[in-house]
């Protein structure tokens, strides 16, 4: 079982060296280093060697840090991949991912590389077709997650944000369900009004509820929310350790039933339980 904590997803423009410098103490469980959207086009060719020059020199610690280049069809995708590639990243963050042979493509060209060798591939989740194709892309090699694109979705599907985010509902979980099929990370896509708390901490509450592992960020005042949303509470904690006691117990005297707080506890409840506290020590080891 994979605990690794992505409650909080932090963008960061790659040409952006305060920015850089600052996230080495920021309280994210991961980093976007991002050479796509968030950087201008005559920023690019500063930003790709800035990004590599950083990767190689500062402690991001136990963040995972995932390198957004720019598409492979696009006029920066390849300089991108062969600048980043010699800083041996982490994982390689694909976005406008149609179909799975784009993942097979870049993993053709990770492969050829000693750099790259144990590089992963994540995969922005921000077209129709990526949605419809989720399936076999969460499948494609070096596969380790998808980060749902909201805006870029929102545009294509030509429909409007909503507190409720219902006209993108089923956008958001095709790739979650298929995430989940294949064993790998979903994270949720960004909440752009970044001064708005209130709206921030309910769009990771339904996140959260939907099953996400976590929120993509744009700004650092957003992190102690997410960060709080996606942590197991007290309560949650308290009442898996109080199940698995029970079905212990329960087990003990050879029954396979517990009641705890007037609810039936069966094994499956104890697996959610047990992952639970794993993830709650998971928590605790990154941040202490
Ligand atoms: N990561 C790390 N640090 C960040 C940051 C980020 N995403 N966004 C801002 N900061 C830092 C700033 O460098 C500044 O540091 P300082 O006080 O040490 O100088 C501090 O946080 C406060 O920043 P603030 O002045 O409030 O923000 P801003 O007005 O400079 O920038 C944004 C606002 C939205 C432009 C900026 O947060 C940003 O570029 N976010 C990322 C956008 C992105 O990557 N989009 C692509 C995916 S949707
Ligand atoms: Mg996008």
Request: charged share 25%; net charge negative.
């Amino acid at each position: 079982m994979d605990t690794r904590p992505f409650r909080s997803v932090l963008y960061i423009p790659g040409s952006k060296e305060r920015a850089l410098e600052k996230a080495t103490s920021l309280a994210a469980d991961a980093i976007i280093f991002d050479l796509e959207d968030a950087v201008a086009l005559e920023e690019k060719a500063r930003a790709r060697v800035l990004l590599a020059e950083t990767l190689q020199s500062l402690d991001y610690g136990a963040r995972a840090k995932l390198v957004r280049i720019n598409a492979l069809s696009t006029d920066w995708g390849m300089a991108d991949l062969d600048v980043i590639g010699s800083a041996a990243p982490e994982a390689i963050l694909l976005p406008k991912v149609d179909e799975a042979s784009q993942i097979e493509a870049l993993a053709r060209l990770l492969d050829a590389r000693a750099e790259t060798a144990n590089t992963r591939i994540w995969a922005m989740m921000e077209s129709p077709l990526g949605v419809l194709n989720a399936a076999a892309i969460a499948r494609a090699p070096r596969m380790a997650g998808f980060i749902m694109g909201t805006n870029d979705l929102a545009k294509d599907m030509g429909c409007r944000f909503r507190p409720d985010r219902l006209p993108l509902l089923a956008a958001l979980q095709l790739p979650l369900i298929a995430a989940k099929a294949a064993g790998i990370v979903a994270v949720d896509g960004v909440y752009n009004a970044f001064k708005d708390e209130d709206g921030l901490r309910a769009e990771c509450e339904q996140g959260r509820d939907m099953g996400f592992d976590g929120k993509t960020l744009i700004h650092p005042a957003q992190l102690a929310i997410a960060n709080e949303v996606f942590s197991p509470s007290a309560a949650e904690i308290d009442l898996a350790q109080r199940q698995i006691e029970a079905f212990d117990a329960a087990t003990a005297r050879g029954e396979g039933v517990a009641v705890v707080d007037g609810k039936i506890v069966e094994n499956l409840h104890i697996v959610t339980a047990k992952q639970i506290l794993a993830k709650a020590q998971a928590i605790a080891d990154m941040t202490e």
